[in-house]
């Protein structure tokens, strides 16, 4: 079998496409679960908007709800909305939100230099951890039980 390797220093967004399109194809034979996902409305977004008396947003949360699992991936507040347990509320009603919408889990990640003990006050346990990345610090997956 013979093969050469062709190496490129830029996005080729053609052959990206053919290896998510071959990796969703694996994945959709092995899994039922990447299987259902893929239908229509299998994948429910959450996002929790804050805004301000101006209706300027200032922080939020954006979520999917899927496998019974809510996956946080993105949650900002502006500085001067830190510290005042708003963020502390509005992940408690994401959770509750994602629970009426069938989540009994939740995941999200971060960096070392972000929130992880704000997390873990909340209930998050690490369940894993990638040193130095990027160097000096470490990333993590964490994880709650929501039932």
Same mark, same amino acid.
């Given at each position: ?9 830029? %996005?080729? !967004?053609?052959?990206?496409? &053919?290896? =998510? ?10 899994? =039922? ?22 209706? %300027? ?42 629970? !009426? ?16 003990? &704000? ?29």
């Amino acid at each position: 079998m013979e093969y050469q390797v062709e190496v490129l220093h830029k %996005q080729h !967004e053609a052959f990206t496409n &053919f290896l =998510s399109e071959k990796i969703r194809a694996y994945n959709n034979e092995h899994s =039922s679960y990447h299987r259902a996902s893929r239908q229509q409305g299998a994948i429910q977004p959450l996002q929790l908007i804050v805004t301000d008396l101006q209706q %300027q947003w200032v922080g939020g949360i954006t979520a999917e709800v899927y496998w019974g699992w809510v996956e946080i991936h993105k949650f900002w507040f502006s500085e001067e909305y830190r510290g005042k347990g708003i963020g502390t509320k509005l992940l408690a009603k994401a959770e509750l939100v994602a629970k !009426e919408m069938g989540a009994t889990k939740a995941l999200l990640t971060t960096y070392e230099f972000q929130a992880r003990t &704000f997390y873990e006050a909340q209930g998050y346990q690490v369940v894993g951890e990638i040193k130095d990345y990027p160097p000096g610090s470490s990333y993590y997956t964490m994880v709650k039980n929501l039932v």
